[in-house]
């Protein structure tokens, strides 16, 4: 079937957390949210389909999952990337960011050093520094329009008490998607100083123009085995607020630690719309993701048009995944907090500032794309006629 991503949904009723909590996150409520990695698009019509289903049954007990979703899973990854998951890797966890956390307290010891790639996904450094781990940071290297791995650096910062990096891949909020050379470069020198992998693959879905995304655990056999791979359908399918993900440890040892603590904190079970509906995704959701792709693509160059015409202060980095699209606003030179400012009070917009990635992303900040392109047009105009307004003055 044919999905209609332009029309405007209000969402005013919905509970959602993209705009019910601009006042908290923002200070002000009449902005137009275009921050979190939350789409305003309505979900797949078979994941519709199957939570109506479940709904009208009319029980909702505690919920068992079947074979079946375990081979939905299985048979996405084997299709799509030609990875085999077995199925005894397969975790349950409710989100990625928990399943990070309860690696950091189980699997490491307080003052373990732990690596992450900056700028990047803000929940990397509280789910390190908030357990008490210590944080070394192996920041990007922008080499023209591209972000790439320093290789070099992060050879500098390890040392016997790093135990763990956590990849993004794709990354958010650079947009690379990582390549299989890369990863390589990247595992090998991991490996070699027996360092897992933490590899949050949330975005992994969520390619465009083509490009190409390798699991990391996809590898090889090695690279499985120094892997723990977090993925969620609900990125993918616009459906985080069923809070269900999926961890791969190729590590048996690993997976029995991982399994105790969600028995000990009881969250071992999918809710009952979460089981239905993540199958669904996996088993049908394939062409409402085929079509959302070419959307965002779209959407991606709209953005990038309208900043060259019309706000050439901002540049927009071409994202290869991800529907988050990174903004060069160095031009405008404001420090963060003016920037902030101009965009939540000026423009009425509320898009993530960069710094909050990590201090490279100074003078950043990130939009996000998917929704409406009227939605990504009147927070454009607002932009542009508050950047006008401000530099006219
Ligand atoms: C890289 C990355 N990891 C994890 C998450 C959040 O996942 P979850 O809601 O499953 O914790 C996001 C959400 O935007 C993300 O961008």
């Not at 965009?343 to 409406?372: D, H, Q, T, W």
Request: charged fraction near 30%.
């Amino acid at each position: 079937m044919k999905y209609d991503f332009d029309t405007v949904i209000d969402r005013s009723n919905n509970f959602a957390a993209k705009y019910d909590e601009l006042e908290v996150k923002f200070g002000r409520r009449d902005l137009l949210p275009l921050w979190v990695a939350d789409m305003d698009f309505k979900a797949a019509k078979p994941i519709v389909d199957a939570i109506q289903d479940r709904a009208a049954q009319e029980i909702y007990g505690y919920t068992a999952r079947p074979d079946s979703y375990f081979e939905a899973v299985m048979d996405w990854y084997k299709r799509r990337y030609g990875w085999e998951i077995k199925r005894e890797w397969i975790c349950h966890s409710p989100a990625v960011v928990t399943s990070m956390s309860i690696m950091m307290r189980e699997f490491t010891k307080p003052g373990d050093k732990i690596i992450i790639q900056t700028p990047v996904y803000y929940p990397f450094f509280s789910v390190v520094q908030d357990n008490d781990r210590e944080l070394i940071c192996n920041p990007l290297k922008r080499v023209g329009e591209k972000y790439v791995m320093d290789y070099e650096d992060l050879e500098r910062k390890i040392d016997d008490g790093v135990k763990y990096l956590i990849l993004c891949n794709p990354h958010n909020p650079v947009g690379r998607v990582w390549t299989k050379e890369e990863l390589i470069k990247l595992g090998n020198l991991c490996i070699k100083n027996n360092i897992k992998v933490i590899a949050d693959e949330i975005h992994g879905d969520l390619v465009l123009g083509g490009k190409r995304y390798t699991p990391f655990a996809s590898i090889s056999e090695e690279f499985a085995k120094h892997s723990i791979t977090c993925v969620a359908a609900t990125k993918t399918f616009n459906i985080a607020g069923l809070q269900a993900s999926t961890v791969i440890f190729p590590d048996k040892k690993d997976y029995d630690k991982f399994e105790k603590v969600l028995n000990i904190l009881d969250i071992k079970r999918n809710n009952c719309f979460s089981l239905v509906a993540v199958e669904a995704a996996y088993r049908e959701g394939e062409e409402w993701l085929t079509q959302l792709i070419a959307y965002l693509e779209e959407n991606i160059q709209f953005v990038t048009d309208y900043c060259r015409t019309n706000i050439p202060q901002i540049k927009p980095n071409k994202p290869e995944g991800t529907y988050l699209l990174w903004l060069d606003c160095k031009e405008l030179g404001l420090n963060n907090e003016e920037l902030q400012d101009l965009m939540v009070n000026e423009a009425k917009v509320a898009l993530n500032s960069g710094i909050g990635f990590g201090k490279e992303g100074s003078g950043y900040m990130r939009i996000n794309v998917a929704c409406p392109r009227a939605l990504l047009q009147e927070g454009l105009n607002r932009m542009e006629k508050a950047i006008r307004g401000k530099f006219l003055e």
